[in-house]
Every structure is written in structure tokens, then in C-alpha cells.
């Protein structure tokens, strides 16, 4: 499977789709890897050069020691689209792959060319993912792990969909703590809120109307106002409409015409 070595990791991906198509890079959140996006991923190929990642400390990527930052986690994207041929594509992020979306936009803005931010924020409360940091360290991912998933999926969802939902949960469990830990101290540490006036491309905010972790109100109200030209459009979904709405998130994920 492809990966390229960067930064003390291996960074895996995979690229699939239409070959002389859009590029169109696809970020996970943190907890989840490039798996997040297999029930869009057959509609994407048909319009799109698609490229999956897993972050850093997810899935088959490495997961280095230490604190990561976005500026590491975007290195890392910026290294497999290189790897892959692609000079700029269309960045669709969830949660922590909106932010590392972010981040790309405003450090290296020829290499993006349109954002699709997805539950997402530049606001997050520091102290609070330090503690969550602490919680994982001290035990391990099972710590976290129901908390996690309540966040992730709305309860309707859940319980219409026990089995998806445990294997969500047993897949965060097999995951990297390091890794995790990690990807929380890119959260913590992010220094995106004053820079966002400086986004460039068009950018489409999406959110949840389920979603406890980052719903428009603040999160998508902020990025709406303060990224130029923003799109606001809120979905029926918790914190992963990729799982929860993926038929409502593919209509918005389109090549421009």
C-alpha cells in the first residue's frame, strides 16, 4: 500500500478515482482514519481524483512520539499529494482534518483550491483537550472510548445502528495512544482564529445539526463569519455526516462546474 516517509513517519494513503480528474483529498477526524469515508468513496471516484490519508498517529500511518501541531499534520498532506503528483487539489476535512484544512489554506494556499470544512472549528476550549490528553495517557483509550462515540454518532443513529457504532468504537480501542495523543495536542495548540480572513479559496462550511462537538452555534458561526465568501450548509448528522449523512454531504462535494 502507498505510503511516503516524512517528518520521523510513515504516512499512509491510497488514490483512487477518475485519473485525470479533480483532485479531491479527503482528511479524517481524529479518531477515526481514511476508512471515515467508504460509503461516499464509490460516488467521489466517478468525479474526482481521490486521495485518502491517514492522519499521523491513525490508521496505518506511523504514530510518532510527542505533541503534533497542524503545521506538522499539514507537512505530512503536503508530502503525500507530492508523493502522489498532485499540485493542488479541493480539501475536504472533518473535525481535525477541517483544521489541518484550514491550516493549509493559510500556510500554502496554491496547493488548495477549495475547502469543504466539516464539523469543524478554530476555536476549541485548550484547556479541555489537555485534560482529555491526561485522561488517554493515564487510561489509555478505553478512558475515552464511550465518550468518543456519543460525540461522534447522535443517539438515533446509535441505536438504529448498534453494530456500526461498536465497530467504531472497537476500531478507536485497536488504536494508536500515542498517536491520539498526539493528534489532541494539534487541537490544543492550534492558532488558526485571527488568520481566517486570510483564506483564500472558496470555502463550504458544513455542519451538524446533531453535532455536540462543534455545532454552528459557536463553531460553524464563527468560521461562517470570518472566512471570506464562506457557504454555510447544516446537515442531519452528529459529528461524522461522512457515516451519519453521507447522501446529504456527497450532494455538496462536487467538482465546480
Known sequence: M??????GARIHYRLSGVEDGPALVLL???GTDM???DTCLAPLEKDWRVL???TRGHGQSDASEGDYTLALLTH???????DAGIVSAHVAGVSLGG???MQMALDHGDRADGLSLICTSATMDASAWQQRMETVREGGLAAIADMAIARFLSPGF???NPAKADAMKQALLASSATGYVGACAAIRDMNLAERLGRIAVPTDVITGVLDVSTPYEPHGR???ERIPAARHHALESAHLPPIEAPEALLALLKPAV
Open 158 to 160: 446509535i441505536d438504529a
Open 35 to 37: 476508512s471515515l469515508w
Open 222 to 224: 464563527f468560521l461562517v
Open 52 to 54: 485518502r490519508i491517514d
Open 28 to 30: 479524517n477526524s481524529i
Open 76 to 82: 505530512d498532506v503536503l508530502a503525500v499529494m507530492d
Open 99 to 101: 483544521m489541518i484544512a
Open 2 to 7: 502507498p505510503h511516503v516517509q516524512t517528518e
